[in-house]
């Protein structure tokens, strides 16, 4: 085939043709497809996921220490002694009032049993807010790693759709090529 004796419709569709399959070729080497697809996997392999077992063991600590070891449990037992103190100094001048003694006691032990109940809700709930802390951090790092490999994963269909685009080109291309070549053998 001789440049000089096709025609000029021939020649536009052999150019147009080359510079589609050049276009193609061109989009098919620089996709990035490879570099995506390593960059997902890499992510992926990358996934941590948080420690679970680490968070237990917090909250285990955090739970395990005694209800009664706790300042607050300490300063109702503070104050409950400070009240049966004065309770006691007040009826040490009066013997009628000896009766009221077994009633003090029994209020001192009540309000020490309740204050141990109160020490024991205050441990429940603590653990609770560590739960829920422990939970929500999971579920924020979670998110995170998901983004990360969504993003991943959108640049890699990104990249695969470019490629496909470039070999579509490439035998468009070629298909024009072979369409310019057969009009000048219809021309001649």
């Given amino acids: 085939m001789v440049w000089a004796t096709l025609p ?25 497809e490879k570099k995506a697809q390593k960059q997902l996997a890499t992510e992926i392999e990358n996934i941590q996921f948080p420690s679970l077992v680490e968070q237990y063991e917090i909250a285990k600590q955090r739970y395990g220490v005694s209800p009664t070891q706790t300042a607050m449990y300490k300063r109702q ?6 009240a049966g103190a004065t309770g006691l100094a007040g009826l040490r001048g009066a013997r009628a009032r000896m009766g009221a003694v077994p009633t003090l006691v029994r209020s001192l032990t009540d309000a020490s049993l309740g204050a141990e109940v109160a ?11 560590l739960g829920a802390a422990a939970q929500a951090k999971t579920q924020a790092e979670l998110q995170k790693q ?3 490999i969504s993003a991943a994963q959108a640049k890699a269909v ?20 072979g369409k310019a070549g057969m009009s000048k053998e219809e021309g001649a």
């Fill in 8 to 32: 000029l419709a021939a020649k536009i569709g052999l150019i147009a043709g080359g510079a589609k399959t050049l276009g193609g070729l061109g989009q098919t080497i620089f996709s990035g």
């Fill in 77 to 82: 037992q503070q104050n409950i002694q400070r």
């Fill in 119 to 129: 020490a024991e809700g205050e441990q429940a709930r603590r653990f609770g807010q």
């Fill in 146 to 148: 998901y983004q990360k």
């Fill in 158 to 177: 990104g990249a695969s759709a470019i490629k496909r685009a470039g070999l579509t080109n490439i035998f468009g291309g070629l298909t024009d090529i």
